[in-house]
């Protein structure tokens, strides 16, 4: 069997949603609220579902926040929004869940930091009592295994070890080696305690990207469990979008990978959102996942000088996002619609006719007018202002996913 498929064979129910064993790819996120504010941080929670994140997860980090878990997923239930919820636990997760019933009971998963549930025998012991409530309450876990938190213990034993043989490995090599090491250690107490293998997930994530690819590779050959994948922290912006992109583009063009988060550092009072965005875009770039009807657009050149397909190409991305939970609630397939959006003669008329809908603007120069494209075929010019552009264009895609998409029951 190639290490493409190693992570597939074993698949977790995480609430309605398949983990691994063959499932499509699922997309998480996880909530920058205080989990003990259970309006703000349930509120959150659908909004980041109906971006497109198939599972998310909240800090679980005192008593209050525990208490509050019961109901953030009940206002979710309320909103109809049955995504699974996943609770984070560091330090304390096995007195919050043994306190709190109620939690472990709400909690559709619960993520374990093997680095940062106690030393020496009390690490063991602590980790074991998470598994035997995930257990009880039939949960199933992530063991997520963090670079930057790694059991210190099992990093000095191995420095200690490469010193002794003379084996010559680098630092990074050995934290690599053993983050994959406290994975596969991890999994085998969590089955010990009471798990069975289709209730672990596993992550061995770190910060960058070719130590994320390298680890991954050697965890796919370690394990059939499945994967969850993302950098611990990739950033903000452009860099966090690259680097994410880069690590998990080639892994997943490789067939390792499960479950993915991309961890953006949102800008203050930035849109959380963002970071569904990009893990939807990045599965759907690679063919391997469709969730909004893309949208093609000229990046501009000397013949555009005008900004006017610019701010069309974000009004019509915008108007896709705002719509989509709307249309995937009353349409099946509208997720593989594709738009386009362009700026002059040169590549604009071959691009509108490759998409669903594609409208050509004028570049600088050329005669004002618009010809609209549907499914290859020229069906009219339209002329006007950007904002008298976009509702009409908006009126075509409306009309399109009417006539071309089955109503839902």
């Not at 992109?245 to 988060?261: C, H, K, P, S, Y």
């Not at 494209?373 to 950007?386: A, N, Q, S, W």
Request: aromatic share 4%; charged share 20%.
């Amino acid at each position: 069997m190639s290490v493409a498929r190693l992570h597939r064979t074993v698949g977790v129910k995480v609430g309605r949603v398949q983990v691994g064993g063959g499932a499509p790819i699922v997309v998480q996120s996880m909530t920058m609220t205080d989990t003990a504010d259970a309006r703000g941080t349930a509120a959150q929670c659908i909004e980041l579902c109906e971006a497109g994140s198939e599972m998310v997860r909240v800090t679980v980090n005192t008593l209050e926040a525990a208490t509050a878990v019961s109901e953030i997923k009940q206002r979710m239930l309320d909103a109809g929004c049955t995504a699974p919820l996943i609770g984070d636990f560091h330090y304390n997760g096995h007195l919050l869940l043994t306190r709190v019933p109620a939690c472990a009971d709400a909690l559709d998963k619960y993520r374990i930091n093997p680095g940062n549930v106690g030393t020496g025998r009390r690490r063991d012991e602590q980790f074991s009592t998470i598994c035997r409530v995930a257990a009880d309450h039939g949960r199933p876990i992530r063991i997520g295994v963090n670079g930057g938190s790694l059991n210190q213990e099992l990093v000095v034993a191995k420095m200690q070890e490469n010193t002794d043989a003379a084996l010559g490995k680098s630092s990074e090599e050995i934290i690599n080696e053993c983050m994959v090491l406290s994975a596969v250690e991890s999994t085998a107490l969590a089955l010990e305690s009471g798990l069975r293998k289709d209730q672990i997930v596993i992550s061995c994530k770190t910060s960058r990207p070719r130590d994320l690819i390298a680890v991954y590779r050697a965890l796919a050959r370690s394990t059939d469990q499945p994967l969850h994948l993302g950098l611990t922290e990739a950033g903000m912006g452009t860099k966090g979008l690259v680097w994410s992109a880069a690590a998990m583009g080639v892994l997943l063009n490789e067939g390792i990978g499960d479950t993915v988060r991309v961890s953006l550092t949102p800008r203050p009072g930035g849109d959380r959102r963002e970071e569904v965005y990009a893990a939807c875009e990045l599965l759907q770039a690679l063919g391997l996942r469709s969730f909004s009807p893309s949208v093609t657009a000229c990046p501009g050149c000397g013949r555009t000088t005008s900004s006017t397909f610019q701010e069309l190409a974000e009004r019509i991305q915008r108007y896709v996002r705002d719509m989509m939970p709307e249309w995937k609630a009353r349409y099946d397939g509208v997720e593989t619609m594709t738009l386009a959006v362009m700026g002059c003669v040169v590549n604009g008329p071959g691009e509108s006719k490759a998409a669903n809908i594609g409208i050509s603007l004028p570049g600088t120069g050329e005669a004002p007018n618009c010809p609209i494209y549907i499914d290859g075929e020229h069906v009219k010019t339209l002329r006007g202002t950007c904002d008298e552009l976009a509702a009409d264009f908006e009126r075509l895609v409306d009309e399109y996913i009417a006539a071309n998409y089955m109503r839902k029951a």
